[in-house]
């Protein structure tokens, strides 16, 4: 698993530096609207059956206020609007900015 070692606010965008010389660039509002957490999209029992994940879609000025390390696995973004329950997995940070 690849692994970020340097994460800047530029403008509008976090970028991010991989261990393997790799970056990669999110907008705030796009950041936002793919957190993984359950409140945005949405938990899933054992039948399959969705539950939430009803939040609005677009998120026009929110911003990313800070973030942190979670383990060696994941960061974990606050945002101006208050959310920060999602996990951003290394590899999911780096589908997200086309890294694959």
């Known amino acids: 698993m690849r692994a970020p ?8 965008e976090i970028a991010i530096r991989w261990d393997d010389g790799a ?8 950041l936002r ?8 999209q949405g938990e ?5 059956n969705r539950y939430g994940g009803d939040g609005a879609k677009s998120f026009p000025g929110v911003t990313v206020t800070g ?5 060696n696995y994941a960061l974990r973004f606050d945002f101006s609007d208050g959310h920060r329950t999602g996990l951003y997995a290394f590899d999911y940070l780096r589908r997200l900015g086309g890294l694959g």
Not at 33 to 40: D, F, I, V
């Open 5 to 12: 070692v340097d994460i800047q606010l530029i403008g509008r």
């Open 23 to 30: 970056e990669s660039f999110h907008n705030h509002e796009e």
């Open 33 to 40: 609207a793919a957190s993984p957490s359950a409140s945005n």
């Open 44 to 48: 899933r029992d054992i039948l399959g």
């Open 67 to 71: 973030w942190e390390r979670v383990g």
